[in-house]
């Protein structure tokens, strides 16, 4: 069967490649790309651990047609941090243990990422509400909730 | 295993693509189609898609209202003209989800899920088809029970009442994981009244069958009655009537039955849930 081809930005580089019919964009990203920072969870769009954002919102990247994303940015936790330093919504993780095993960790900062890039000032029910699509197993929210509020301020702060 | 992807700028082509080829699946955003390919579900050789603006448009000037099957939740809650259908489109999934599932591939979604379905058919809906003999509206009733027979045909948009005040339509879902999750039981009521009694009241349940219904000895119960205490309690009691609901993770069809009228009652009563 003939590949396709696909071309679009990457954490702001351009990408360009050839797919499968059918294959999903987190096979691209992970498997043809090596960027490993959206992780499989559950491949049925429940979880949210694969959350990119895409021209800036958020999508489950297990459920979308990699040929759906031709000429569109698409944003991972791999682009987020600027140079040798983390993104404040990374090193409010850190600083607040709003991480343990880590695997939703990537898509709950890209899910908080597309929330603060719009709401610089988010109220705790709008941070829950942009997390509402990802699964934590271990934290149960309340730090990954207040590490969200914190980097908020913290942006703001060096705004 | 790769299928063959062909994507169309008119729905037309795309329509016309689907009923020709039986092993083809559109896509919308993705939520339904995807997750079958990620299972691996062999079935689906091709996947359409289509470009057209059209089934991006939303009419809400009249009174009934037009949304294109391409619309995504996130677009309905940025419109203010679609608000009384907000609940309903907040009710689904995450962001993530709002930002890729459609109006038009929400009526294809199995229980627990197609809960904006419910809100349509309570708002009297009527899906437009474009097939191989042009576009056609149907019921969305009518519609839901001949969903598996549809395959051949491109759902290009929905139309629906805009009820006449906010009190008269009424939408909620019961989810065990909140704020999201799947649903228990999806409940969505239009209301109207006409001299201090309901007139043309539709009651539509989510879960309780394999696709949305009417719960219609329920709107019977209402239908001609002053909106009181007496109808209300007439209707909860008659909820569970020509239901179908089955066992899933969320909630056994025995629970369901249970507790519909109690929901519906709250529902009516406007009691918190």
Known sequence: ?159 | MPVTVKTFQAASEAASALSSDRAARYLGGGTLVMRDLNEGDVSIATVIRATDRTLQGIDAAGARIRIGAGVTFARVLAERDLAFLHPAARSIGGPAVRNMGTVGGNLFAPAPFGDFTVALLALDGIVSLQGSFGVRDMPIEEFLQSRDRQAGALVVGVSCIRPASADAFRYRKIARIKPKGGSVITLAAHLPQSGGRVTGARIALGSMAPTAIRAKAAERALEGRPFDAGAISAAAAAAAEGTAPTDNSLASAWYRREVVGVHLRRLLSGQES
């Open chain 1, 1 to 159: 069967m003939a590949k396709t081809p696909l071309q679009f930005r990457h954490n702001g580089r351009d990408v360009a490649l050839f797919v499968d019919g059918g294959t999903n964009l987190l096979v691209v990203l992970r498997e043809m790309i090596g960027d490993l920072t959206p992780k499989f969870g559950c491949g049925q769009g429940g979880c949210g651990a694969c959350t990119v954002l895409i021209d800036g919102d958020a999508h489950l990247s297990c459920l979308t047609l990699a040929e759906a994303v031709e000429g569109r940015a698409v944003e991972t936790l791999d682009g987020i941090k600027s140079g040798p330093n983390l993104h404040p919504l990374q090193r409010a993780f850190a600083e607040g243990f709003a991480a343990q095993c880590g695997y939703c960790t990537p898509g709950m900062l890209m899910a908080a990422k597309a929330l603060l890039d719009k709401i610089p000032q988010p109220s705790r029910e709008q941070v829950v509400e942009a997390i509402s699509g990802n699964i934590c197993r271990c934290t149960g929210y309340e730090p990954i909730i207040n590490a969200v509020l914190a980097a908020a301020a913290s942006l703001r702060a060096s705004a």
